[in-house]
């Protein structure tokens, strides 16, 4: 799907201002006669590299802000530069998936399969991590999987 640069623009304006997805399903077909499924809306904010921002209770804001952790959100271990994230929408095939940064900056994906399997792809051919890096991505991994309920 082909969206101007000012469709674009309108979309990212919605969702800055809290809209929900149904409301920009809504948006969508009043105003560019365009029907989307929920889930399409989904990947193609997600291709378009934006974000949905979701409005928390009064519940919510009371968490510390420490506590509060969206999928989005990076975690990093504090002794390291590590950072794991978890997907908004996981993988197909996966239980759970999402991206890792490593301490020299090379980017990867992972993904947790059903078997339990961890695997792990980064973003340039051959690259090994280091040691260190393996073991902070594992710690803060499973902490990022336990704070999710997993």
């Avoid at 928390?56 to 009371?62: Q, R």
């Avoid at 993904?111 to 991590?129: C, F, N, T, V, W």
Wanted: hydrophobic letters at 35%.
């Amino acid at each position: 799907m082909k969206l101007t640069k000012d469709q674009i623009t309108q979309l990212k304006s919605w969702l800055e201002v809290g809209l929900s997805l149904s409301k920009i399903q809504d948006c969508l077909q009043k105003e560019w006669n365009l029907s989307l499924t929920y889930m399409d809306l989904r990947f193609l904010i997600d291709d378009l590299g934006l974000h949905i921002i979701e409005k928390t209770s009064k519940k919510d804001s009371e968490i510390s802000p420490a506590m509060q952790l969206t999928p989005e959100s990076p975690l990093s271990h504090p002794a390291t530069s590590v950072t794991v994230t978890v997907d908004a929408v996981t993988r197909p095939g996966a239980v759970v998936s999402g991206q890792v940064t490593f301490s020299d900056g090379i980017k990867g994906n992972w993904h947790l399969d059903q078997m339990g399997r961890i695997a792990l792809s980064p973003s340039e051919h051959g690259y090994k991590p280091s040691p260190e890096d393996i073991k902070e991505f594992q710690k803060t991994l499973q902490d990022e999987l336990h704070r999710a309920g997993f």
